[in-house]
């Protein structure tokens, strides 16, 4: 669908430290699209053993943050929502964010957390906003 990330865009999100140095990694972009990946490992489980919620977001507000602001920077989140559909197996997740609508001052992106099987492990819904 898109291209691998410049220097530039990947050195720009590297100050996204949370992300950046919890794992995430942008595999792709495109216009107001990317998909991001990260390793699971250990320090990711919650105490049952499953990928703890967070990481999913995480990564997912990553993706969109990418997708929002590699071309422009300025766009922030107002509200995002997460669904949580399944437990993800193996030891990688990717997100995938989409404008679903991209506005003068608003934005609507669509992003998709996968695990390493392709099958869909959790939904997140987030509004951006940009000053016009």
Known sequence: MGMKPSEKTVRLFENDRF???NGAVIEEVDDHY???TLRV???HRNAMGAVMG???FTLADFAFAVAANWQEIGTVSLTSDIAYLGTAKGDRLTAEAVCVKNGRTTSYYRIEVKDEFGKL????NTTGYKKA
């Open 121 to 124: 492990a959790a939904i997140v």
């Open 34 to 36: 990317a998909r991001c």
């Open 54 to 56: 967070g990481v999913y």
């Open 41 to 43: 490992e250990e320090r």
């Open 19 to 21: 992300a950046t140095e």
